[in-house]
C-alpha cells in the first residue's frame, strides 16, 4: 500500500483547568492506494484536520505509525516529506506574483533558472494561470487564487498533494466549478489525494474513497456508492444526505429478504449482515424514495396526514405525519402536489430500504 496510517491517535493537553487529555484522532487506520482520492469527511470539530495535520507533519502523533512508500514518516518533519498542501485560505504571499508564488517552493530547492521556469510554464498552462505571471494576489479572483496555490503545491511534484478545505471560501458556482477542475487534474497526473472537506456533495463528487469520521474515530470508508446506499450507522446515514429512521423490530428473515415490524406495518427489505430474530433495528430510506401511492399493500406502506409541503421547484418537500411520535420527510415531484391536511399513502420500496444496527 502506498500510504498507511496505522493505529493513528493524537491527543492534546485539555484546555480546561481540569487536568487530562482531549483526543483529536482515535486509533484511525487507513491504507490508501497511490493515485487514490480519498476525502477525509465529517463535521467540524470531528479530527479529520488533525489527521491531515498528522500526515503532513504540522503535528505528530501521540502514537500510531505513517508510512509513505515504505518508508516510516511519523517523526519525520514537513519539508522531508515530499508533500504538498492547499490551504483553506489559498496562503499565497501578498507581496509576491503568480510565478513568484508559483516557483517559491523551487527557489528553495535551488533549481536551475531554466528548470524553475520550464516547470513553472507547465504547472500554469495546467492550472489555466497562462498569461497572469506577473500579477499580484489581489488583483485576481478568489477562483484563480485557489489555482495559484494549487499550482504552486503541484510544481514541487510531491508524492501526496493534501487539501485543507480548499474551496470553502468561494461562491457556490466557482466552487462547483473548481472541484471537477481539481478533480480532473488529479487523475491526469495521477497523483495521490487527501481531501479534508464538510461538504458531503463535494465528497460524493471528488472522491475514490470516502473516510467518514465522527468523534476522532474512522465510522466508515468506502466508495461514494457505499457510502451513501449502504451506511454502517445513523451518524452516517444522517450526515451523507437526507434520512428517514423508523425504529422496528426483525421479525423473520432468510439470505434474501427480513420482515420488520415498524409503525404497526409489515416492511420487507433486504437482509443484513448479523440479524437476529427479536432484534430491535432502524430502518432507514432516503427521502426522495418513498412515493406517494393509491393502492393497498400488505407491506412497505404507510398512512398518514401532510403536515408541511414546501415547494423547492423541481420538487416539494413534505412532511408526513405517521403517528404522534413519527414523522417522515418526503420528497416528491410537483406533478401531483398535496396540502397541509391531506391524508396520504406512502410506499417504502423493499429495494430502497436500508437495515442499520441501532446505537
Request: charged share 30%; aromatic share 8%; proline share 4%.
Given at each position: 500500500m502506498y500510504l498507511t496510517l496505522d493505529h493513528l491517535?493524537?491527543?492534546?493537553?485539555?484546555?480546561?483547568?481540569?487536568?487530562?487529555?482531549?483526543?483529536?484522532?482515535?486509533?484511525?487506520?487507513?491504507?490508501?492506494?497511490?493515485?487514490?482520492?480519498?476525502?477525509?469527511l465529517g463535521p467540524s470539530g470531528c479530527g479529520k484536520t488533525t489527521t491531515l495535520r498528522l500526515i503532513a507533519g504540522f503535528?505528530?502523533?501521540?502514537?500510531?505509525?505513517?508510512?509513505?512508500?515504505?518508508?516510516?514518516?511519523?517523526?519525520?518533519?514537513?519539508?522531508?516529506?515530499?508533500?504538498?498542501?492547499?490551504?483553506?485560505?489559498?496562503?499565497?504571499?501578498?507581496?509576491?506574483?503568480?510565478?513568484?508564488?508559483?516557483?517559491?517552493?523551487?527557489?528553495?530547492k535551488k533549481l536551475a533558472?531554466?528548470?524553475?521556469?520550464?516547470?513553472?510554464d507547465e504547472v500554469m498552462k495546467l492550472t489555466q494561470l497562462t498569461g497572469l505571471e506577473d500579477r499580484a494576489p489581489n488583483q485576481l479572483s478568489g477562483g484563480q487564487q485557489q489555482r495559484v496555490a494549487l499550482a504552486r503545491a503541484l510544481v514541487v511534484e510531491?508524492?501526496?498533494?493534501?487539501?485543507d478545505e480548499p474551496l470553502s471560501n468561494l461562491d457556490a458556482k466557482l466552487?462547483?466549478?473548481?472541484?471537477?477542475?481539481?478533480?480532473?487534474?488529479?487523475?491526469?497526473?495521477?497523483?495521490?489525494?487527501?481531501?479534508v472537506t464538510h461538504a458531503q456533495e463535494e465528497a460524493l463528487v471528488m472522491s475514490d474513497r470516502i473516510a467518514i469520521i465522527h468523534q476522532g474515530k474512522l465510522a466508515q470508508l468506502g466508495t461514494p456508492e457505499e457510502i451513501y446506499e449502504r451506511p454502517r450507522s445513523r451518524f452516517v446515514a444522517d450526515f451523507i444526505g437526507l434520512s428517514d429512521f423508523i425504529s422496528a423490530r426483525v421479525e423473520s428473515f432468510d439470505e434474501r429478504a427480513a420482515q420488520v415490524s415498524a409503525a404497526n406495518a409489515v416492511f420487507s427489505v433486504p437482509t443484513t449482515a448479523g440479524l437476529a430474530t427479536g432484534?430491535?433495528?432502524?430502518?432507514?430510506?432516503?427521502?426522495?424514495?418513498?412515493?406517494?401511492?393509491?393502492?393497498?399493500?400488505?407491506?412497505?406502506?404507510?398512512?398518514?396526514?401532510?403536515?408541511?409541503?414546501?415547494?423547492?421547484?423541481?420538487?416539494?418537500?413534505?412532511?408526513?405525519?405517521?403517528?404522534?411520535?413519527?414523522?417522515?420527510?418526503?420528497?416528491?415531484?410537483?406533478?401531483?402536489r398535496y396540502a397541509p391536511g391531506d391524508r396520504v399513502r406512502l410506499h417504502l420500496p423493499t429495494e430502497?430500504?436500508?437495515?442499520?444496527?441501532e446505537e
Open positions: 491517535t493524537k491527543k492534546f493537553p485539555a484546555r480546561s483547568k481540569q487536568a487530562g487529555e482531549v483526543t483529536a484522532v482515535d486509533d484511525v487506520s487507513l491504507e490508501i492506494e497511490k493515485g487514490e482520492f480519498v476525502t477525509l503535528e505528530f502523533p501521540t502514537s500510531g505509525r505513517i508510512i509513505l512508500a515504505g518508508q516510516r514518516l511519523d517523526d519525520v518533519p514537513p519539508n522531508r516529506r515530499d508533500m504538498a498542501m492547499v490551504f483553506q485560505s489559498y496562503a499565497i504571499f501578498p507581496h509576491l506574483n503568480v510565478l513568484e508564488n508559483i516557483t517559491y517552493g523551487l527557489r528553495i533558472a531554466a528548470e524553475i521556469r520550464r516547470k513553472a510531491p508524492k501526496v498533494l493534501l487539501f466552487r462547483e466549478e473548481m472541484r471537477f477542475e481539481i478533480r480532473d487534474l488529479q487523475k491526469r497526473l495521477g497523483i495521490t489525494a487527501i481531501y432484534q430491535s433495528i432502524l430502518l432507514h430510506i432516503r427521502p426522495y424514495d418513498i412515493e406517494f401511492v393509491d393502492f393497498r399493500a400488505d407491506k412497505n406502506v404507510l398512512a398518514g396526514t401532510v403536515k408541511q409541503a414546501t415547494y423547492l421547484g423541481n420538487i416539494v418537500d413534505y412532511r408526513v405525519a405517521i403517528s404522534e411520535h413519527l414523522d417522515l420527510r418526503v420528497q416528491s415531484d410537483t406533478f401531483h430502497r430500504c436500508h437495515l442499520i444496527a
